[in-house]
């Protein structure tokens, strides 16, 4: 016997009925994106390695520790399975010219990879759903995108959501905040753990986003970003919370909120949760203004979000807001194999009037005892069972049996109904 192979780490499989959860969720989202009119781009998952080295920054976590990166053995080619959306996606704006007409609202969704400690909600292989406009300046867009987020909890029955939002304010701005932070931390080196002093001058930021609680007092006291945001950045972040505050969306000015990517300034936010634990961020983003210049584009500004999936539907789980698993409405009882032909025929009428059959299968041993194959369409959660015996099919009919006292539909009781209107009666069914 062959050796049993497993799937790669942090990397899952995934079946019904938590597949059909998946489905949902991206349906509800697609509806959003609709009603906000957001259209969808799908980008390559193999990206070169300079759009993350470039876009995300060198220094940061990501590119130092996490991605999955290669050589193309044809070409030398040096190669990345995506982290993150973004930077693929303005990388694909910027090669096709999407913006020679104007601003554009995109969204996409899909598997990113990251090489970290898989937990609970986080995975090796990972999925997204971002949002993104790109070519817009103002703040009613960074307030757009939150409401957005806010509406999705909302139609999701989710609670236990907080919003926390921040300025990161322009490039010089944090050049000034920089220098303020690196000259406090160094005077506290001897409270600094490892990881603060590798970033100490390479990325001093990030150390306010430390989950060391032996350094959260140093933290408390550093230097504020705020402190250090000039008038046009001021005017930007107390627009959008009026905005916000207009639209009755509740936040937390979180001054210690920073991104893990180089490329955001001005407004940043995060949607986190006490549900999940210890990684609480179910929605992140902000403004990323400099990103398609950094890339290679012509300067326009940009702003979006991006969503884990997992998390949310780990928090679906926990908060008992998935849906009930789908059922078929009928399952087709086949007691001979003789009238196989016939009754496919029906059940594609059914199906193209838009009933869901589940059909019983036999196999070399028949196709199973009546008594068993009602069971099995007890047990498939069908709402009707619909009979195709010797009879039956003799008189050109089928026997409908209701199989859940409070199936919906038209029918309630066991009835005959003709194969030759069945696109008619097919509503009955629903």
Not at 33 to 57: C, D, H, K, Q, S
Not at 92 to 105: F, T
Not at 391 to 405: F, H, T
């Amino acid at each position: 016997m062959a050796e049993k192979l497993s799937a790669v780490k942090g990397m899952n499989d995934i079946f019904a009925p938590e597949s059909a959860h998946w489905e949902w969720l991206e349906g509800k989202i697609r509806d959003l994106m609709a009603r906000y009119a957001y259209r969808n781009v799908r980008t390559p998952i193999v990206e070169p390695t300079g759009l993350f080295v470039r876009g995300l920054g060198e220094v940061t976590d990501i590119v130092e520790k996490e991605m999955y990166s290669f050589e193309d053995r044809l070409n030398g080619e040096q190669l990345t399975l995506r982290p993150e959306a973004t930077a693929g996606v303005v990388r694909a704006v910027i090669e096709h010219n999407q913006l020679y007409d104007g601003p554009k609202r995109l969204y996409y969704m899909g598997p990113m990879f990251r090489h970290e400690r898989p937990q609970r909600g986080r995975y090796r292989q990972f999925h997204q759903v971002g949002a993104e406009a790109l070519g817009f300046t103002g703040p009613d867009v960074d307030a757009e995108l939150i409401v957005m987020a806010a509406d999705l909890w909302a139609e999701l029955g989710l609670t236990d959501i907080t919003l926390e939002i921040n300025s990161l304010g322009q490039p010089a701005e944090r050049q000034a905040h920089r220098q303020a932070l690196i000259a406090y931390l160094e005077q506290h080196a001897d409270q600094l753990d490892e990881d603060a002093r590798r970033r100490l001058h390479s990325n001093p930021l990030r150390i306010l986003d430390t989950k060391n609680p032996a350094m959260q007092a140093l933290v408390e006291a550093a230097p504020k970003l705020m402190d250090h945001l000039g008038a046009e950045s001021l005017v930007h972040f107390n627009a959008l919370r009026g905005l916000l505050d207009a639209q009755g969306i509740a936040y937390r000015i979180n001054p210690r909120l920073v991104r893990g990517m180089d490329y955001y300034n001005l407004s940043v936010f995060e949607f986190v949760t006490t549900s999940l634990g210890a990684q609480g961020t179910v929605c992140a983003g902000g403004r990323y203004d400099g990103l398609i210049a950094q890339i290679g584009g012509k300067p326009a500004p940009a702003v979006g979000w991006a969503l884990g999936v997992e998390r949310i539907l780990e928090l679906l789980k926990a908060q008992n807001r998935l849906p009930a698993s789908p059922a078929p409405d009928c399952y087709a009882i086949v007691p001979q194999a003789e009238g196989q032909a016939t009754v496919m025929q029906a059940l594609r009428v059914l199906r193209q009037a838009g009933v869901s059959v589940l059909m019983h299968a036999g196999g070399p041993d028949g196709q199973g005892s009546m008594k068993s194959q009602f069971k099995k369409a007890d047990a498939s959660g069908a709402r009707y069972a619909l009979i195709f015996g010797e009879s039956e099919l003799a008189a050109g009919q089928v026997a409908v049996k209701p199989l859940r006292a409070d199936a919906p539909g038209a029918i309630t009781e066991q009835t005959l109904l003709p194969l030759t209107d069945a696109s008619v009666w097919a509503t009955r069914l629903r």
